[in-house]
């Protein structure tokens, strides 16, 4: 899964990698789970590889693949360098 903005790795919602790693087979297909590539606090330019999905079968990444774009577990947001206060 690719990221489609810039910025930096703000949180990763492990209930939706659960429900993606589910989706994938895991944990009773010893093939599927998941690669978590960019953590927080990691910089995130457009098109680097967020998590990869591993499965036993074509239609079970598929399926998963759709649930991982639609959720994004991985959440991308710009940096806070600092506030200002008046």
């Given at each position: ?62 399926r998963a693949k759709d649930m991982a774009e639609k959720l ?15």
């Amino acid at each position: 899964i690719i990221s489609k903005r810039s910025g930096y790795v703000n949180r990763v919602v492990n209930s939706d990698l659960v429900a993606v790693a589910k989706a994938l087979g895991a944990p009773s297909d010893k093939g599927a789970g998941i690669e978590v590539i960019k953590k927080r606090g990691h910089r995130v330019e457009v098109g680097d590889v967020l998590f990869r999905l591993y499965a036993d079968n074509d239609a079970k990444l598929a399926r998963a693949k759709d649930m991982a774009e639609k959720l994004m577990p991985v959440v991308i947001e710009g940096m806070i360098l600092s506030r200002v206060t008046e």
